[in-house]
């Protein structure tokens, strides 16, 4: 039988950059060099992982890109092996300490299964949080919303085909225009109808799931790109750059530029 490793609670590969440990979660920020492997292993505990910057290969019973903006939930036992390609790469983990806690205090099932998903601002609000030292019990909500916002994203309820088509197209296209007579069209469906049960069923107005795409589409840019903040904001889809920074606020607590500047630094 082949030897693997089996990570102990809140130990990762790679340079450990920062960890915090949560009444909840345990969390770190690891660095894993350009060209670097790790063998096959997995982890006692189910955890989420943010690919902030780089990207890698991971192989089990398939092989899996995991890109940059790439958030992946793995479950406790899980085995693979990673292999990194020619540049640095950074990841945020946030590992669940009591799964059976967790699932009987918030009446949810975890996901029995991996899955893999673009970053949602849930998640770097954490990666925020932990760079620039917020509060503990600040840090333990932003890991709830985001551990909560991944596992929606895997098993939502009544979630609609045509809901789950127009978010994928939103996700896909965040900076397209989006028009909702053509989506009235498309669907065979009232205007108001699709207005209504979009935010039944996601909990978050058409606009409001559509400016936090655009916004997720703009955090890789502000980590991964020398950019200005109006050139950013407008290849985001925002109309000028006073509309991005008070959606940015809005939604993530601070700004752009101190949110690039924390990131980086």
Not at 37 to 53: A, D, E, G, Q
Not at 147 to 163: D, P, R
Not at 183 to 193: A, D, I, K, R
Not at 230 to 236: F, G, R, S, W, Y
Request: proline share 2%.
């Amino acid at each position: 039988m082949y030897n693997y490793n089996r990570m102990e609670q809140n130990k990762y590969f790679g340079i450990t950059k920062n960890s915090f440990k949560t009444e909840s979660f345990n969390i770190s920020l690891t660095n894993h060099l350009a060209d670097s492997k790790i063998s096959k292993h997995s982890h006692s505990k189910p955890y989420l992982c943010l690919l902030v910057s780089g990207n890698y290969n991971e192989k089990s019973n398939t092989e899996n890109l995991i890109s940059c903006g790439d958030v992946i939930y793995r479950t406790a036992g899980y085995e693979h092996s990673n292999s990194f390609y020619d540049e640095d790469s950074l990841c945020l983990n946030i590992e669940i300490n009591d799964q059976e806690n967790l699932m009987n205090h918030n009446n949810f099932l975890l996901p029995s299964s991996e899955s893999k998903q673009k970053g949602t601002i849930e998640i770097y609000k954490v990666l925020y949080a932990l760079k620039h030292k917020l509060s503990n019990d600040l840090l333990d909500i932003y890991c709830y919303e985001s551990m909560l916002t991944h596992i929606n994203i895997v098993n939502e309820k009544g979630n609609l085909s045509w809901i789950k088509q127009i978010k994928e197209h939103i996700n896909d296209n965040p900076i397209a225009h989006l028009s909702l007579e053509k989506l009235s069209l498309n669907f065979g469906l009232h205007p108001n109808y699709i207005v209504r049960k979009f935010k039944e069923i996601t909990g978050l107005k058409l606009s409001e799931y559509l400016t936090k795409t655009r916004l997720e589409h703009s955090i890789k840019n502000l980590i991964l790109t020398e950019n200005n903040i109006t050139e950013i904001a407008l290849n985001a889809g925002f109309y000028d750059q006073s509309h991005f920074n008070r959606n940015f606020k809005k939604y993530l607590a601070t700004t752009p530029l101190l949110f690039k500047k924390t990131i980086k630094g």
